[in-house]
């Protein structure tokens, strides 16, 4: 028997009422540390430390779509690097891939292939071993703080691995 009495849920009312990711800017990811310097051959107790700042930025589009820079440059720099689609996909520096929603979790492949151009020196081509090498990157974001009235997203690492093809060696953050 049918139950014809079920509420029909549009496509529409869907994308407003789930947990999504948001299309207009890019999501920034400070990353500081602390690095020990060299110690100086004339003083034995000081060891100077190194603050090392950079930032990871993301960018979701509708069709699915996710471009990613790590950069330590100046962030106004770094997001107009992302603004244009095309151009931002062809640059070296933003690695694209793809996502999908499970539940309030963003999941993202991001694929690194190795440079089209080999090193050329004049008439003969150097090749290197580690050009047929791909790195793949996993990344598990959870979706929080959003709601329909609020203007921001908050997107939270939850997991972050990568691995290589020509190795099978995989790297987690867990």
């Not at 496509?11 to 947990?19: G, S």
């Not at 990353?31 to 930032?55: A, K």
Request: aromatic share 12%.
């Amino acid at each position: 028997k049918n139950n014809l009495s079920a509420p029909t849920i549009t496509w529409r009312e869907t994308f407003i009422n789930r947990n999504r990711v948001l299309f207009d800017g890019c999501y920034i990811s400070k990353i500081t540390y602390q690095r020990l310097g060299e110690n100086s051959f004339q003083d034995q107790f000081y060891r100077p430390v190194q603050i090392v700042e950079y930032f990871r930025l993301l960018r979701f589009f509708l069709c699915v779509l996710i471009i990613m820079m790590t950069s330590s440059d100046d962030l106004q720099v770094s997001v107009n690097k992302l603004r244009n689609k095309r151009t931002a996909i062809q640059s070296r520096e933003v690695l694209s891939g793809n996502y999908h929603y499970q539940d309030n979790h963003v999941l993202i492949v991001i694929k690194k292939r190795p440079n089209s151009n080999n090193q050329k020196f004049k008439k003969r081509t150097i090749e290197r071993d580690d050009d047929d090498r791909i790195f793949t990157f996993f990344l598990e974001l959870e979706i929080s703080g959003y709601s329909r009235n609020r203007k921001f997203t908050k997107l939270l690492w939850k997991n972050y691995s990568m691995s290589q093809s020509k190795t099978n060696e995989e790297i987690s953050s867990d």
